[in-house]
């Protein structure tokens, strides 16, 4: 059994959406910020850092976006998240993640200028090409979750981000996207500062 706990708009967004193209059934859970529900001792047990996402597997919890994609996308090869027979495209997905993870992440607590220098790496990295590594994975579903919050806070300029804009309304037009965006959104986004 699969349990997530994430919060609307979070970073628990990605997972999400992986669950729903994966097509496994999982129990969502969703977590205030407002309420502190994240800071609640029931929840710490699981995440003692209060973070989302927490994907319970069978009870045992799995914290941080790129693991828990990871994690389905070999739980569940038969989805087609990771190129798992090419080590340099498997490897490239996980370039990817990292990058994501430790550079476009936390580019937004360092001002605009910072994330929009970011972003506009990303925009090269990713280039004209459809997906990240060429074909759809995990890389794709991390990827927009940033850029979507990005995108739809700061609204950057048309044009600006060319292939972050052709990857997103990529991403946007696919019913596992759509569905955990209209989940989350009739729920609220609180999302923290």
Not at 120 to 137: C, E, F, H, I, N
């Amino acid at each position: 059994m699969l349990t997530l706990y994430f919060a609307p708009g979070a970073s628990s967004m990605a997972p999400q959406i992986a669950l729903r193209e994966i097509g496994v059934p999982f129990e969502a859970r969703p977590i205030s910020f407002a309420r502190k529900e994240n800071r609640a001792p029931a929840y710490l047990a699981l995440n003692p850092e209060g973070k989302v996402p927490t994907l319970l597997i069978d009870g045992r919890p799995l914290t941080e976006v790129a693991a828990i994609l990871f994690y389905l996308a070999r739980r569940f090869p038969e989805a087609g998240l990771l190129p798992l027979n090419n080590s340099e495209a498997e490897a490239q997905v996980i370039s990817w993640m990292s990058f994501i993870a430790a550079t476009i992440h936390p580019a937004r607590r360092r001002g605009l200028d910072h994330a929009r220098m970011v972003y506009a790496l990303a925009d090269k990295r990713l280039g004209d090409q459809p997906w990240a590594v060429g074909t759809y994975s995990i890389a794709d579903i991390h990827l927009f979750r940033l850029y979507w919050r990005f995108f739809n806070s700061l609204h950057p300029a048309p044009g600006e981000f060319p292939g972050l804009d052709a990857h997103y309304a990529r991403m946007m037009a696919r019913p596992a996207v759509q569905k955990t965006i209209e989940v989350e959104a009739a729920i609220g986004f609180e999302l923290p500062a």
